[in-house]
């Protein structure tokens, strides 16, 4: 992997990461940009304790536009966009219209294929590992920043799922706190350590998975299961099998393991609602649509989660769907965006049972 940083015409950072480690890289942003101002700002909510972004300069920010003019296609003679060179392989570059920026922290574009038409499960291997590689690198230098707890890579793929922009990419969010989700994580872990003095809660998951009929797929070094309590209609969390707090402690066997099993998963989710149990057979479902999400443990102090550190967290991908069966979605409706109860229709050993029916050839 070769990586070249340089900065587009406003000031912004742009990161490309090149399979050849010949790749010359020194197109100019030609664009008349002025520096971007944000007004991100966090509030805490005294009541539930946790963060909220504002981020008003956001409704400005490009929506849907046509595939001619997307911001995320290579430059190409007098058409320019966000990626000043002709062609790229992975390119990273500060989001322009960020949630998170300055002391709030840090929001970036991740740009899997120069191939607007492609979806990640179309990628090759090896472009998945220079993705994971990327991933990898802006975990660490992000982790460096003095603003930043914790650090998100994710996908978000499909209208469905709130996509403005259709080229093919995804997102890191540095924050400069520990996420809600993660809190919750880590306070479960510290409770279930104490009682049975000193065994490890993401371990003793992975271990009761491996074991029963939710497994979706395993391979040497890596485990995906849907989990007993799967709060969307099709979820998989993906483990790798030697514990690890972040992308940073995957070893070299891990790495190489990755793309094939990440590709295998995702190309399920694409075959999900076709055929026998998942819709109509040539109906002309659209792609599924998904999350995709890195949780990895933060860089922060973790003296309020009593006994617990660093080592103790299990990196994992969660990825999953808000459609619930062919041409219908699950809509976070009151129980759950009121008080936060999901309720899911599809019992979590049939979701299994459907990904393990509906594996690529």
Same mark, same amino acid.
């Given at each position: /992997?070769?990586?070249?940083?340089?900065?587009?015409?406003?000031?912004?950072?742009?990161?490309?990461?090149?399979?050849?480690?010949?790749?010359?890289?020194?197109?100019?942003?030609?664009?008349?940009?002025?520096?971007? %101002?944000?007004?991100?700002?966090?509030?805490?909510?005294?009541?539930?304790?946790?963060?909220? @972004?504002?981020?008003?300069?956001?409704?400005?920010?490009?929506?849907?536009?046509?595939?001619?003019?997307?911001?995320?296609?290579?430059?190409?003679?007098?058409?320019?966009?966000?990626?000043?060179?002709?062609?790229?392989?992975?390119?990273?570059?500060?989001?322009?219209?960020?949630?998170?920026?300055?002391?709030?922290?840090?929001?970036?574009?991740?740009?899997?294929?120069?191939?607007?038409?492609?979806?990640?499960?179309?990628?090759?291997?090896?472009?998945?590992?220079? %993705?994971?590689?990327?991933?990898?690198?802006?975990?660490?230098?992000?982790?460096?920043?003095?603003?930043?707890?914790?650090?998100?890579?994710?996908?978000?793929?499909?209208?469905?799922?709130?996509?403005?922009?259709?080229?093919?990419?995804?997102?890191?969010?540095?924050?400069?706190?520990?996420?809600?989700?993660?809190?919750? /994580?880590?306070?479960?872990?510290?409770?279930?350590?104490?009682?049975?003095? *000193?065994?490890?809660?993401?371990?003793?998951?992975?271990?009761?998975?491996?074991? *029963?009929?939710?497994?979706?797929?395993?391979?040497?070094?890596?485990?995906?299961?849907?989990?007993?309590?799967?709060?969307?209609?099709?979820?998989?969390?993906?483990?790798?099998?030697?514990?690890?707090?972040?992308?940073?402690?995957?070893?070299?066997?891990?790495?190489?393991?990755?793309?094939?099993?990440?590709?295998?998963?995702?190309?399920?989710?694409?075959?999900?609602?076709?055929?026998?149990?998942?819709?109509?057979?040539? @109906?002309?479902?659209?792609?599924?649509?998904?999350?995709?999400?890195?949780?990895?443990?933060?860089?922060?102090?973790?003296?309020?989660?009593?006994?617990?550190?660093?080592?103790?967290?299990?990196?994992?991908?969660?990825?999953?769907?808000?459609?619930?069966?062919?041409?219908?979605?699950?809509?976070?409706?009151?129980?759950?965006? *009121?008080?936060? %109860?999901?309720?899911?229709?599809?019992?979590?050993?049939?979701?299994?049972?459907?990904?393990?029916?509906?594996?690529?050839?």
């Amino acid at each position: /992997m070769k990586k070249t940083s340089t900065r587009l015409a406003d000031g912004r950072e742009l990161i490309y990461y090149d399979l050849r480690d010949d790749t010359v890289r020194d197109a100019v942003d030609r664009r008349p940009l002025e520096r971007t %101002v944000t007004t991100s700002e966090v509030r805490r909510d005294p009541l539930l304790g946790d963060s909220v @972004a504002i981020a008003s300069h956001r409704q400005g920010r490009t929506y849907h536009p046509p595939a001619d003019e997307c911001p995320l296609c290579p430059s190409q003679g007098e058409r320019l966009s966000e990626i000043p060179d002709s062609s790229y392989d992975v390119v990273v570059f500060e989001n322009r219209f960020p949630s998170l920026a300055g002391d709030s922290g840090r929001c970036e574009v991740v740009c899997f294929t120069s191939d607007h038409n492609a979806s990640f499960a179309d990628l090759t291997q090896e472009q998945v590992r220079l %993705v994971l590689d990327a991933w990898t690198d802006r975990t660490s230098e992000l982790s460096h920043l003095p603003s930043v707890e914790q650090v998100f890579c994710f996908e978000n793929r499909g209208a469905e799922i709130g996509v403005t922009l259709g080229h093919p990419h995804g997102q890191i969010y540095a924050y400069p706190f520990t996420t809600p989700r993660t809190a919750l /994580m880590l306070r479960s872990l510290a409770a279930h350590k104490d009682a049975t003095g *000193g065994e490890n809660l993401f371990d003793a998951v992975v271990a009761s998975e491996l074991a *029963g009929e939710r497994v979706v797929l395993e391979s040497e070094h890596w485990v995906a299961f849907v989990p007993y309590a799967a709060h969307w209609p099709y979820e998989v969390h993906l483990y790798p099998k030697r514990r690890v707090p972040d992308l940073l402690g995957l070893d070299e066997d891990a790495r190489t393991e990755f793309p094939k099993v990440y590709l295998e998963l995702l190309r399920r989710f694409d075959r999900i609602f076709d055929g026998p149990g998942g819709g109509k057979e040539g @109906a002309g479902e659209p792609p599924t649509p998904y999350i995709a999400a890195w949780h990895q443990a933060p860089f922060g102090q973790l003296e309020e989660f009593e006994g617990v550190n660093r080592d103790d967290f299990a990196l994992h991908l969660e990825l999953f769907t808000i459609r619930r069966t062919s041409g219908k979605l699950k809509f976070l409706a009151g129980s759950e965006s *009121g008080m936060n %109860v999901f309720i899911n229709d599809i019992r979590p050993e049939a979701a299994a049972q459907r990904l393990r029916e509906v594996a690529s050839s």
